[in-house]
């Protein structure tokens, strides 16, 4: 039996009945694709992600990739291989791609939701299979020559890797060392050493496209200090020829000279990558071209960046749905003592769901998960604004901004909140049967573990959240959800049944906004232009996760908020009793996490406040 179970019904909710993505299905850009294609499709994924996608799961955990450091090659487990090629012969990753890349645009909140069930059934499936989407990227920024080399990448499923981290430059890319050398026939020597590469090597494609942040050396203008300084390269595995993408027998000297063990995810391959090392492999060097001609790397990086933090944070959320849903089944079999209100001796056992401590649990899983999955569908229906504005030759301003706003969001909350409830609550539900690799659950908590770490970590996500898309923003991306928490507050959403939830979504806004306030004070007291004290810029950096968590909070307080407003008008209909349960379970859960999760926020608003900086003051000694 799979150990992926999915939730199509919720997925569909928070579509068409939230989020109205029926507006824009058959329409422009995505004329062709109409409701009944899209939800098709999310079937026919929904199956093959339970049925042929999550086969493998397991046992590729226990008989992982095999590295080979003689030859510098890895073999891949067989299951893993077959579900990988089920997954590419499908082709549904055109769903991603332009029409003049062979695609068919899809709405990105229907690309996403498809991502989940991959995402929940086989991780590395997805991300091993983004070849042809790193080719998107390589023709969206390209030369013609790049644009022929993103056309084999999508028409051959060749791999891809994004290449950013070194040993000595993981958050803090800017730090890299890799050198670039121009050539006399325009092509480019890079040299280096990256590490933690994922899909750096395998044996499910002809050819594997590394795309590499290298500082160029001796080009006026470019390879200065700091991110700034690096240039994006397309470096192949294989030398092949341009025009028909056959390989030309050629190795390129770009080599993996170690596969990591790790704690989680362990079949996708996570690689030390060496360019041009003579002594390493063929001795020959590693063959770039510069992407688009042009020395803008960490800006072209940061398309590919910003996807694949969105794939982490949906990642994540995946994870914990499957989590509580196994758990669940799990909670509504075992039997384990009385109920509480039958404190005889020999009173009858009951299955744990009779025991408030387990249903607190079970809510708790089921009102984020649900609130998670919100967030992603709610991003990336902004997504699909800008990608119809961009069809239109126009841009989307604030549909960017609040797509640039959210992405931490998704990514840093996203995976704090799903690899702590997997852990806490999830495992915590099956009881000592958790710890066992009997269920799937104690793999979920070491392969969600990673989604906090890579793509920039939590802390990451927190400076992002608030220099970046709060600050230089001018706040305005933040100002129009806020906004739009307050119209929803101010009506009458739920006829009255949620007045005390609008209540505690004002008061849980009203204290983040409070937290951002005392963070933008702090900053600004921070100016010794203006008298203040450098050191402040401290008490920010003590808070931006902080407030990374407390708009995570409100932002899905208010998105389950608006799902129980439409759940409670589709039940003052007719309704089909599996609806009625489902509707009934969406009010619940949204009433459960306003009640349980907003009054927090008072606390974390008061512990803002009262930042000082003991902590920063304190001998390193004494830690
Ligand atoms: C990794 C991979 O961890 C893990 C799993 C991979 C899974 C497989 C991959 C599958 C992916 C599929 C993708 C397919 C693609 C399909 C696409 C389809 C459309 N937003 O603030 P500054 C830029 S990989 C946008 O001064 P510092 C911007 O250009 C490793 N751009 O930063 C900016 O210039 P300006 C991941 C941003 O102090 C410039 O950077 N590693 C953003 O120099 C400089 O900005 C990490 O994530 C943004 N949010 O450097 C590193 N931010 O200001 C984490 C910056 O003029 N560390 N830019 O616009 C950081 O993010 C650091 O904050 C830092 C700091 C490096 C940016
Ligand atoms: P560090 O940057 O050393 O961070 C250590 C700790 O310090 C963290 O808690 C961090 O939050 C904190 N910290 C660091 N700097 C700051 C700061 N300025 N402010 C506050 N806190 C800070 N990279 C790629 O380029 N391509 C890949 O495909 C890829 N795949 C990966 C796969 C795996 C399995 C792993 C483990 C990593 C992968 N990475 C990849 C690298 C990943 O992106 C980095 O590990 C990550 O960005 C963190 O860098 P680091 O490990 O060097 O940690």
């Known amino acids: 039996m799979s150990h992926y179970k999915s939730n199509l019904r919720d997925i569909e909710f928070n579509l068409f009945e939230v989020f109205g993505r029926d507006e824009v299905l058959g329409k422009g850009l995505f004329e062709d694709l109409d409701v009944d294609t899209a939800k098709s499709i999310l079937s026919e994924i929904d199956r093959m992600a339970r049925e042929d996608l999550a086969e493998s799961f397991a046992d590729a955990d226990r008989f992982p990739p095999v590295y080979d450091p003689e030859a510098c090659t890895v073999t891949m487990p067989e299951g893993f291989a077959k579900a990988y090629k089920t997954w590419m012969d499908s082709e549904w990753f055109r769903l991603q791609l332009p029409v003049e ?40 920024n390209g030369t013609d020559r790049d ?73 006026e203008g470019a390879g200065g200090p700091g991110t700034k300084g690096l240039s994006l390269f397309v470096v192949p595995k294989y030398g092949f020829d341009l025009e028909t993408g056959e390989l030309d027998g050629t190795r390129n000297g770009a080599y993996v000279t170690n596969v990591e063990k790790k704690m989680g995810i362990k079949v996708s391959t996570t690689c030390e990558l060496t360019f ?38 949906t990642k994540a959320i995946a994870t914990l749905s499957t989590g509580y849903l196994n758990a669940l089944d799990y909670a509504k079999e075992r039997v384990q003592g009385a109920d509480m209100l039958d404190p005889a001796k020999d009173a009858p056992r009951v299955t744990i769901t009779h025991h408030p401590d387990v249903r607190r649990s079970l809510m708790t899983q089921k009102s984020f998960v649900e609130a998670l999955r919100s967030l992603v569908i709610y991003t990336a229906s ?38 702590v409830l997997l852990g806490t609550e999830s495992l915590q539900t099956f009881g000592g049967s958790g710890f066992l690799q009997d269920y799937p659950i104690e793999q979920y908590v070491r392969d969600a573990k990673i989604d906090t770490l890579y793509e920039g970590t939590t802390a990451i996500q927190g400076q992002d959240l608030f ?23 101010a009506s009458e959403a739920g006829n009255g049944r949620l007045k005390l939830e609008r209540e505690l979504l004002a008061k849980g806004l009203e204290d983040a906004q409070g937290i951002l306030g005392t963070v933008f004070g702090q900053i600004m007291s921070a100016n010794p232009a203006d008298g203040g004290d450098p050191k402040n810029v401290y008490k920010v950096g003590l808070n931006t996760s902080r407030l990374l968590m407390a708009l995570g909070d409100v932002v899905c307080a208010w ?46 608003k008061a512990i803002a406040e009262a930042t000082d900086l003991d902590v920063m003051d304190l001998d390193e000694a004494a830690f």
């Open 382 to 419: 902004w997504q699909d604004r800008v990608m119809q504005a961009e069809a239109a030759g126009e841009k989307d301003k604030l549909a960017e901004r609040v797509n640039d706003l959210l992405l931490p969001i998704v990514k840093g909350y996203g995976s704090e909140r799903s690899w």
């Open 559 to 604: 998105l389950l908020l608006r799902g129980a407003e439409v759940a409670l008008a589709a039940l003052s209909g007719d309704v089909s009793e599996s609806d009625k349960r489902f509707y009934e379970g969406k009010v619940a859960a949204a009433q459960f996490f306003a009640r349980q999760v907003l009054p927090k926020l008072s606390a974390e």
């Open 276 to 313: 041009g090392d003579s002594s390493v492999g063929n001795g020959q060097p590693a063959k770039g071209w510069l992407l688009g001609e042009v020395h803008d790397g960490i800006a072209q990086m940061f398309q590919v960046i910003e996807n694949a933090r969105m794939l982490v944070g």
């Open 101 to 140: 890349l062979g695609g068919q645009p899809a709405p990105a909140s229907l690309v996403w939701s498809t991502a989940e069930l991959v995402l929940g059934a086989n991780p590395p499936v997805w991300m091993y299979s983004a070849g042809p989407n790193f080719g998107y990227i390589v023709h969206r």
């Open 467 to 489: 220099f970046r898309k709060i600050v230089r923003d001018q706040g305005q991306a933040i100002a129009h959800v806020a906004q739009e928490i307050q119209g929803f507050i």
């Open 147 to 219: 644009k022929q080399i993103a056309k084999h990448m999508v028409e051959r499923h060749w791999g891809a890797t994004m290449v950013l981290t070194e040993p000595d430059a993981g958050s803090d890319v800017g730090a890299g060392r890799t050198k670039a050398y121009l050539q006399e026939d325009g092509t480019w020597h890079i040299e280096g050493v990256k590490r933690f590469i994922t899909s750096a090597e395998h044996d499910m494609s002809e050819n594997i496209i590394h795309l590499v942040l290298a500082r160029p050396v001796g080009i």
